[in-house]
């Protein structure tokens, strides 16, 4: 079983910062990609940003310049800093994860795997 933990969420005042965390655990292989995602209330869920294990990165246009993702292999880690928060930040934020996971008796199997979700609020 694979599980994603996310730490970091809070609230802060717009243009402040945050860093959002996220663990993977379990019988992993590799992981590409992990990323983050983020619903705020009455919309869908989002991309917020995403990176490979070549280091590669996506980010939306909303966050360009201001978030940056980056990930620690050895730890399976991905961490989301957060800069020049604005209200419009405002949401749940989800780790999403491709794992290639060990299958109970043996090979591997391709999950993507969902984050429990961690609230940020951009609030004055």
């Known amino acids: 079983q694979v599980q994603l933990v996310e730490s970091g969420g809070g609230l802060v005042q717009p243009g402040g910062s945050l860093r959002l965390s996220c663990a993977a655990s379990?019988?992993?292989?590799?992981?590409?990609?992990m990323g983050w995602y983020r619903q705020a209330p009455g919309k869908q869920r989002e991309l917020v940003a995403r990176?490979?294990?070549?280091?590669?990165?996506n980010y939306a246009d909303s966050v360009k310049g201001r978030f940056t993702i980056s990930r620690d292999n050895a730890k399976n880690t991905v961490y989301l800093q957060m800069n020049s928060l604005k209200f419009e930040d405002t949401a749940v934020y989800y780790c999403?994860?491709?794992?290639?996971?060990?299958?109970?008796?043996?090979?591997?199997?391709?999950?993507?795997?969902w984050g429990q979700g961690t609230l940020v609020t951009v609030s004055s």
């Open positions: 999403n994860a491709g794992v290639v996971a060990a299958r109970t008796g043996g090979g591997s199997r391709y999950l993507e795997v």
């Open positions: 379990g019988s992993i292989f590799s992981i590409n990609p």
């Open positions: 990176i490979y294990s070549s280091g590669s990165t």
